[in-house]
């Protein structure tokens, strides 16, 4: 399939690349749909091998903003940049150029921090555009919002297991005690649930969630064949795939990681062994309800905190369907982003 054709089939609006041969520039953004507002989706900067795998990945990725902003019920569409740089070489004056460039789209797209950018780069962009989010003095950083949706998720998901949302006495295993599963795994323990869980080189959080939370260490390589009643991945994408799928005791995956399922085959695997899956862009969509209200209204942090509290109502509801009916989870709330893509919130 050519670019072009590519493009087409993803559906998107608008893709312009930008160069700035001085400041290094060489970024690709993607606005994929504005039906429910202007798009809005991180800068991620990466050392793309070539053009074609960056133009790919910012497809994939503002097409799957589109779906998070719509699910979480934001007046906003999906968009994405990403700039083709070794992390290591990102400068002010790249950041500056790459505010530029989101400053030419004259407000079609809202741009913040992503893998390998922070609110430092956030103020360098600032400089140059005015649409920008998440910036320090007003929403900053994301992932206290996104642990608390993602908690409120597995609450869900506890009651599709169990009849109640109570965690008194649940078993889960969190893959990765960073930013977001660090908290999961205090309110977690907080909630009364034996809470697992492994690192991968991140010592000092597992010394202090054992001694403070109580938290059970597992090692990195049985996290997935640990017995437990949920499996929250908060690390890394795509954990289930064909290699971890056999090897699987949970009854239900619910974490905040970004694209948990390799492909959405391993949605159609997890039905048939009958393991629930609360999908990952609804669950983890608390970063983005508190980054986006930056684009649209003056931020209220209790506002914020009601619709992050609300994942819990659309999980439930997500997981409640595919029980009646038997289709992937995965499935269903796609369709429930897309059908407010084209229908409104
Ligand atoms: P983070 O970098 O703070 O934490 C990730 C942690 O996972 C690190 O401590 C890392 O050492 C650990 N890790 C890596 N591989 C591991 C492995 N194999 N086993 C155990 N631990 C491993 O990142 P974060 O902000 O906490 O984000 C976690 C996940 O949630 C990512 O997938 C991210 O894309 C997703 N996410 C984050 C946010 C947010 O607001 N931060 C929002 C939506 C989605």
């Not at 994939?60 to 719509?70: C, D, P, T, V, Y």
């Not at 977001?180 to 309110?187: F, H, L, Q, W």
């Not at 908060?234 to 905040?256: M, S």
């Not at 819990?312 to 897309?338: D, M």
């Amino acid at each position: 399939m050519s670019n072009v054709e590519l493009i087409r089939e993803f559906g998107h609006e608008r893709v312009a690349f930008f160069t700035n041969e001085k400041a290094g520039l060489r970024c690709i953004i993607a606005i994929h749909n504005t039906n429910l507002g202007p798009a809005l989706g991180g800068c991620r900067l990466y050392p793309y091998a070539s053009y074609d795998d960056a133009l790919f990945d910012v497809l994939r990725l503002s097409r799957g903003m589109s779906f998070k902003n719509a699910a979480a019920g934001l007046p906003l569409g999906g968009g994405k940049g990403v700039i083709i740089a070794d992390p290591s070489q990102r400068t002010e004056a790249l950041m500056e150029a790459y505010g530029e460039a989101v400053e030419s789209l004259q407000g079609k797209y809202y741009t913040a921090e992503d893998v390998n950018t922070d609110t430092r780069d956030v103020d360098y962009m600032m400089r140059k555009t005015k649409y920008v989010v998440g910036r320090k003095e007003i929403s900053g950083d994301p992932s206290p919002f996104t642990a608390i949706g993602v908690f409120e998720g597995i609450k869900a998901t506890a009651k599709i297991l169990n009849g109640t949302d109570d965690l008194n006495g649940v078993t889960v295993a969190v893959q990765g005690l960073g930013k977001v599963g660090y908290d999961v795994a205090k309110y977690l323990s907080e909630a009364g649930a034996n809470v697992k869980a492994c690192v991968h080189s991140n010592r000092k959080a597992m010394e202090k969630a054992a001694n403070e939370l109580g938290v059970t260490e597992v090692r990195e390589k049985d996290i997935f064949s640990t017995e437990c009643d949920i499996l929250a991945p908060c690390a890394l994408g795509a954990v289930v795939n064909d290699f971890t799928l056999p090897q699987l005791k949970c009854r239900a995956i619910a974490g905040g990681a970004n694209n948990v399922l390799l492909n959405d085959e391993c949605g159609v695997e997890l039905k048939k062994k009958g393991i629930v899956y609360a999908p990952d862009f609804i669950i983890n969509g608390g970063g983005v309800i508190n980054a986006g209200q930056e684009a649209f209204t003056t931020y209220d942090k209790e506002n914020v905190l009601k619709q992050v509290r609300n994942i819990y109502n659309t999980v439930y509801n997500i997981l409640e369907e595919s029980q009646k009916t038997g289709e992937p989870e995965g499935v269903i709330a796609q369709r429930f982003a897309e059908d407010r893509i084209k229908n409104g919130l």
